[in-house]
T-cell receptor, first 115, second 110 residues
Framework: GAGVSQSPRYKVAKRGQDVALRCDPI?????LFWYQQALGQGPEFLTY????????KSGLPSDRFFAERPEGSVSTLKIQRTQQEDSAVYLC?????????????FGPGTRLTVT | KQEVTQIPAALSVPEGENLVLNCSFT??????LQWFRQDPGKGLTSLLL?????REQTSGRLNASLDKSSGRSTLYIAASQPGDSATYLC?????????FGSGTRLQVQP
């Protein structure tokens, strides 16, 4: 079946604009994770969901970042008043369960460039 | 808080060489250790996952080992090929989210 998909694949935003990044997880996957990957670095955890519940948002860098998964499937990561330091690749992953025993499957990412 | 380090940051080898990528972690209470491959503009592809009770995993030309007591994991690639060129990331899977190293960028020269 289809893997994790993300849209848009590339986004250029002017500083101060709001952006919304979409993630479509693998059908039936309960857990959904968002990561931020700066250039030359490994991905860093932002937040995760189990179904529609956001269980941990400790990795969100500021209150300008907001994520939702209202029906327990598609998720949106929203960044308000974008800043240059928000430029990064945003990766979404989904898994069958929440514990570390379940493998996470990653989407191709959205590359955000803030000018 | 777990910290994961990968050395070297970049590596260039001629085709056919055997090579070892290194990963170290600060907290020996690692959950599972996972190795990923990342191609430019692509997401992460899982290569090998070593559960905390295991010492190694093998898949084709790849072999990954885990030594919790020393806080180290290695990824061994045998008979490297140009198609192996990519960034290799290791991660502690944790009880929830993954904690990644910053990766080793591998270039295999034909």
């Amino acid at each position: 079946g289809a893997g994790v998909s993300q849209s848009p694949r590339y986004k250029v935003a002017k500083r101060g604009q709001d952006v919304a990044l979409r993630c479509d997880p693998i059908s039936g996957h309960v857990s959904l994770f968002w990561y931020q990957q700066a250039l030359g670095q490994g991905p860093e955890f932002l937040t995760y969901f189990q179904n529609e519940a956001q269980l941990d948002k400790s990795g969100l860098p500021s209150d300008r970042f907001f994520a939702e998964r209202p029906e327990g499937s598609v998720s949106t990561l929203k960044i308000q008043r974008t800043q240059q330091e928000d430029s990064a690749v945003y990766l979404c992953a989904s898994s069958l369960g929440l514990s570390g025993s379940y493998e996470q499957y990653f989407g191709p990412g959205t590359r955000l460039t803030v000018t | 808080k777990q910290e994961v380090t990968q050395i070297p940051a970049a590596l260039s080898v001629p085709e056919g060489e055997n090579l070892v990528l290194n990963c170290s972690f600060t907290d020996s209470a690692i959950y599972n250790l996972q190795w990923f491959r990342q191609d430019p503009g692509k997401g992460l592809t899982s290569l090998l996952l070593i559960q905390s009770s295991q010492r190694e995993q093998t898949s084709g030309r790849l072999n990954a080992s885990l030594d919790k007591s020393s806080g180290r994991s290695t990824l061994y690639i045998a008979a490297s090929q140009p198609g192996d060129s990519a960034t290799y990331l290791c991660a502690d899977t944790g009880r929830r989210a993954l904690t990644f190293g910053s990766g080793t960028r591998l270039q295999v020269q034909p």
